[in-house]
């Protein structure tokens, strides 16, 4: 009987998306900011550039278009679009070029790197939001892969690019190469996020199992997302959030099982094949037991704070920037962030909660 009650109620919320409006409501008497919240999709996502989102919004899934409903109760929510399997630094570029209203740039060094087209769509006319720069802030949230793409733009918004610098003519090098843009990000959450990458690529060579580097899953395996970790810095000036997820439980024989009560059928397998896998990368970093909790796509232990930045716990009555403040544990599948499908959540709630604290920061 709950599972069909639960079955009509997202039917109807998806039927009429305004019932499933957050309850919370905006103090805006209380903000400090009021900067726009940009959402960034993850491996196989879309966003708002998409058709697909018409019909099936990315943030909200079954539940209804969160965006749309965010945006009623007065937060400014924009939904990015970039490359579904595109790496971490086509990602970056197209984001920014959604953000600037400019044409993509991938970049002269990178392009002829990776033997692929400089530029990509035009934004000019249809950019994201309406202005961007250091007393025009944003704010952004990755989920999933999304999370890895919006710390590489901070750092290239931060510090550029020395070798799209040594390649490229001063005239032509695009203005997110260039640095010096630090303060134009307010903050940065990421969502189930690989941060440190995720086992379920396995320990094999991504040179030998992949057709080229420039793309998600080259980023996501361990090494390789450490690596690109050494190269995205912290910055004084923005606030960072990390929110790990897990939907397994401890086995008898000390392995980890998905909870069928929180993880998508679609997430099952995966989840209990994580929750059994250590080993070694080609690399040599140990992947122990501590991996194994997981959300059926990235394991909870990557999910939080880059392995080489500092972090603390989050403390809501003393958040710094320049810091990782890692939130509990959610306990949900991968998907649970952004609404699941058939075990369809209200997300509305918790990120009209999130963005309030950040706004009174």
Known sequence: MRKVIAFLMTVLMFLFPSLNVSRIKPEKNAWKTNYPYVYVHGLFGWGSYDLRN??????????????????????????????????????????????????????????????????????????????????????????????????????????????????????????????????WIYSITTLASPTNGTTAYGFGDPAKELPTADCAAYDMYIDNAMALNQTISVQSCTYYFAIPCCTTVRAEDGTQKPDPELTEKRETADAARLGRLTGKTPKGYVVDERWLPNDGAVNTISAGAPFNARSVKLDRSSIRPGVWNVAETQRGDHMCLIGDLWKSKNVRPFYAEWMEMINRL
Not at 89 to 101: I, P, V
Not at 151 to 177: C, I, V, Y
């Open 54 to 183: 018409r019909v099936l919004p990315y943030w909200g899934m079954l539940g209804g278009d969160m965006i749309k409903n965010l945006n009623k109760r007065g937060y400014t929510c924009r939904s990015a679009s970039v490359d579904p399997e595109g790496s971490a630094w086509d990602r970056a570029c197209e984001l920014y070029a959604q953000l600037s209203g400019t044409r993509v740039d991938y970049g002269k060094a990178h392009s002829e790197r990776y033997a692929h087209a400089r530029y990509g769509r035009d934004y000019s006319k249809n950019r994201l939001i309406d202005k961007w720069s250091a007393a025009d802030k944003v704010n952004l949230l990755g989920h999933s892969f999304g999370g890895t793409t919006i710390r590489l733009l901070a750092e290239l918004m931060a510090n550029g690019s020395a070798a799209e610098r040594r390649a490229t003519d001063k005239a032509e090098l695009s203005a997110l190469f260039a640095g010096g843009k630090a303060d």
